[in-house]
């Protein structure tokens, strides 16, 4: 295997954080369909506060994203 | 101070997205200098119209978003910072669509913005508590000092990566597409069929959102600390 074949496989397991993210904003999601399914009368504030948690969450995914992106671009060049 | 080898090991360039940002606050100030002219000539007792009407809209707006979320001592001497920082931050975010690299793509530019809120935070943090019991809950326990740094690195790399990331996958998107179109015809005439919807989110979509998230997140971390 060459170097960069070694870190594309990297690139690709650092984009793993993206996992833990999805269930976790799926179950933001549930939970305000719940939560207005049973007040439906605050609609927009919910669908506000659900929007601002999800992209809260989805921070860790985009860390992770920014190392794959490291990785690749910028990590071939340090190693020459 | 330096000797001649460290000197030259510095490498400055400008860069180009800093160049963007200049642009976008030169447009910016001109625009309000213009507005200002305006509201100061407008009659209070007559309804707003154009320029005027838009920007009270606005300037409401954001001044009942932050009445909801801070506490009353800090909406009237705050929001004028955070008009300015969403104002800006959503220029500069949706800028990408006209042509520009979008400023908040570059880490010093985000990194700066979250330095003004850092400082913010620090100084509010040490107007509450006085000189001795800052610096000791600043101190003790060792690990405090992490957690007054963690919103330093969250918050500007939170902006940055979003942004940095919905640029470099539409870079991939028109690599893939005219490769795939190559195929067939020596344009690329799948780009423009498929890219617009994934502008609209990474650009449009993930900007207006990374730009409220900034906001608030940035206005409850400075009444968190001074309450």
Known sequence: MTDYGLIAIAAGIAVCAGLGTGIGEGIA???????????????????????????????????????SFLLMFVFPGMIG | MFSPTVLSAIHIELQVELVFSLIIIAALSLFFIFAGKKVMAANPLEKPKGIVLVCETGIEMIYNYMKSIMPSQFEKSYYPYFSMLFLYLIVANLSGLIG????????????????????????????????????????????????????????????????????????????????????????????????????????????????????????????????
């Open chain 1, 29 to 67: 999601a549930s939970k305000a369909v719940e939560a207005v399914g049973r007040n439906p009368e605050a609609e927009g504030k919910i669908r506000t506060m659900m929007i601002l948690g999800i992209a809260l969450s989805e921070t860790v995914a985009i860390y992770g994203l920014l190392i």
């Open chain 2, 100 to 227: 520009f690299d979008a400023p908040t793509s570059n880490f010093s530019i985000t990194l700066a913005i979250t330095l003004i809120t850092f400082v913010l935070i620090q100084f509010n943090a040490w107007k509450k508590k006085g000189t001795f019991h800052y610096i000791k809950e600043l101190v003790w326990p060792p690990t405090n000092i992490l957690g007054a740094v963690s919103p330093l690195i969250s918050l500007s790399m939170r902006l940055f990566g979003n942004i940095l990331s919905g640029t470099i996958l539409m870079g991939l998107v028109y690599q893939f597409t005219g490769w795939l179109s190559g195929m067939i015809l020596p344009v690329n005439f799948l780009g423009p069929i498929l890219a617009p919807v994934l502008h609209a989110y990474f650009d449009v979509f993930a900007g207006c959102i990374q730009t409220l998230v900034f906001v608030t997140l940035s206005s409850i971390l400075i009444a968190i600390e001074a309450e």
